[in-house]
């Protein structure tokens, strides 16, 4: 089914995946999007799809900033095989390095966003939890630096019903302090697709903008709130109910198209209308995530800490690091 703009409005969504917007956009024009260019890579076990927005309009259109989107899908993500995990992580690093070029004694800060106690939106902290950090022996034990690393340091600053504070304003301030050359957030995100739950992996030169992620709605942590690169990587861990609903009906009205007397019932407004009140005592606003979703953030959350370390410290590969995922 076609989304339409009245629809997302009604709901709240969003599409925190770039290529999710291209399609969601593609499908009500039918036409390509000036000012988006899209590039495929096909591995083995991941397909990985480059979308860069270049003009401002194409911005608009897309409801995302300017900047390259890098989305690696792997369909067998949730399957608890290490070997794969390890090539993901060889993946994810080769495209993190793609969106940066920092010198090998670059200063880099690295911050999971989320509430560690719920567990869909746990992804970040959990990150941090598995991070090689090393700013401490760059400071305090300079003699055990080992070659090809660089200063890191991590935080999970917490979320603003527990801190009482903004998360951009914490993090403003650790980088007044600390001063890095680069900030790498993590973050939960919400997807179109049950399909992309805990499988699909984005990575961003642009930043969390407002209202992105699975939280409440925040400040940005940008290059224009930072005064700092900020490269987001994120894990779509919930789908809007609304959407689950939409595609079950449509999955349910495609067995009567041949059928005109009932397949003329099926309107876009009378979904949107049952779909109201279903999810009335929510105000709208109902998300989904698997059950298992404990062990799909553990699966995730060490490769992304793999990817990232590996990317950051040249002499640790993969295979080095795979000890951590264990």
Do not use: C, W
Request: glycine share 8%; no cysteine.
């Amino acid at each position: 089914m076609h989304l339409n703009k009245d629809f997302l409005t009604t709901f709240g969504i969003n599409f925190d995946l770039a290529m999710e917007a291209r399609e969601v956009v593609r499908g009500q024009t039918g036409q390509e999007i000036p000012g988006v260019i899209m590039d495929k890579e096909n591995y083995q076990n991941a397909v990985v799809t480059t979308i860069r927005i270049t003009e401002k309009s194409a911005e608009e259109i897309m409801g995302k900033p300017q900047g390259t989107y890098i989305t690696i899908e792997v369909p067998s993500l949730r399957d608890n095989n290490k070997q794969l995990h390890v090539e993901i992580v060889q993946i994810l690093a080769k495209h993190l390095r793609q969106l940066y070029n920092l010198s090998p004694q670059a200063n880099i800060l690295v911050v999971g966003l989320g509430n560690r106690h719920a567990k869909p939106d746990a992804l970040g902290p959990q990150v941090i939890d598995q991070m090689l950090v090393t700013r401490h022996v760059f400071n305090y034990a300079p003699d055990q630096v080992q070659s090809g690393m660089r200063p890191v340091s991590a935080v999970s600053p917490g979320v603003l019903g527990i801190t009482g504070i903004e998360t951009a304003e914490i993090i403003s301030g650790i980088v007044d302090n600390i001063k890095p050359e680069l900030i790498i957030v993590i973050d939960a995100l919400a997807s179109r697709s049950v399909e992309r739950i805990a499988t699909t992996i984005q990575i961003a030169d642009t930043g969390i903008a407002p209202g992105s992620g699975i939280g409440n709605k925040r400040t940005g942590i940008t290059l224009a709130s930072m005064g700092v690169p900020v490269i987001a990587i994120g894990v779509p861990t919930v789908v809007h109910a609304a959407l689950i609903a939409t595609d079950a009906i449509e999955r349910l009205f495609e067995q009567f198209k041949n059928n005109p007397q009932i397949y003329q019932v099926y309107q876009q407004q009378a979904v949107q209308d049952v779909l109201n009140e279903i999810l009335a005592p929510f105000g709208g606003d109902l998300m989904v995530t698997p059950k298992e979703i404990d062990v799909l953030i553990e699966n995730t959350s060490g490769i992304i800490a793999g990817g990232i370390t590996t990317a950051l410290h040249d002499n640790i590969n993969a295979a080095d690091y795979a000890m951590y995922l264990q």
